[in-house]
């Protein structure tokens, strides 16, 4: 449902866009954006802008999807190391899909401050992060873990529209659509990535697990003392 809602967001941002209804939110953001890289150290901000967008593309997030995933598997997390590659996977073609789809060119209003050679909408950056580091702050499931995670997203999202190579618009679709796709993947996400630990604690607990009752060895233990004191 609420990636049904995202993806109907979206089509309403693309309709605003192409009619022409969006372009005074559109042309007052990227004017920002301009007016501040001419001001004093705006050139130390668009170097930062730049690194911040670089690290926060298609390698960028490679590189740490990588990390994550080695991560986990070295923690045994199995279900959560493969709940990350599909939710990546996934939403990566979701994106692709709908930038092929509008087919929307770049703005010109600033000079390209950043090579680029695909569509505009949306934003493969805005979308890409969003993804990522929602589903790591997902996995970790601290509040600071989204927090830091969301200040990456703001800023990455931000930095685009800065090098002038993204509407304002673009990049709000690619959060929206990243945020519908999280939403999807959330009905399976692993809490936390530990479920062969619940599965274990249930067993060792005597719990039921499969519709078997699971022997608990510290109640056998402790029975097999009492017994004996009985004796």
């Known amino acids: 449902m609420a990636l049904a809602v995202s993806l109907l967001f979206v089509f309403l941002i693309a309709l605003l866009q192409q009619s022409g209804a969006a372009d005074a939110f559109n042309l007052a953001g990227m004017r920002v954006a301009g007016a501040a890289r001419e001001m004093q ?4 901000t668009t170097a930062v802008m730049q690194a911040v967008s670089m690290a926060g593309g298609s390698v960028g997030r490679l590189l740490l ?38 087919a929307a060119p770049r703005p010109d209003l600033l000079p390209h401050l950043d090579i680029v050679n695909s569509y505009s909408f949306p934003s493969g950056h805005a979308a890409g992060n969003m993804i990522l580091f929602g589903a790591i ?11 830091v995670c969301g200040v990456i997203i703001l800023l990455i999202g931000v930095s685009r529209t800065w090098l002038g190579v993204h509407w304002p618009t673009d990049v ?32 060792m607990g005597g719990h039921t697990v499969g519709g078997d009752k699971a022997v608990n060895p510290e109640a056998v233990e402790g029975a097999g003392h009492r017994h004996g004191e009985q004796q």
């Open 137 to 147: 702050a997902m996995l970790i499931t601290r509040r600071a873990a989204y927090m």
């Open 65 to 102: 999807f990588n990390i994550a995933l080695v991560g986990l598997l070295w923690q045994r997390q199995r279900f959560a190391a493969l709940w990350l590659t599909f939710t990546m996977a996934g939403g990566t073609l979701l994106n692709l899909g709908l930038k092929q789809l509008f």
């Open 41 to 44: 150290g705006g050139g130390v």
């Open 172 to 203: 709000l679709a690619g959060w929206i659509v990243g945020l519908g796709w999280l939403a999807f993947c959330r009905c399976w996400l692993p809490a936390g990535g530990r479920e062969e630990q619940r599965v274990a604690q249930a067993v």
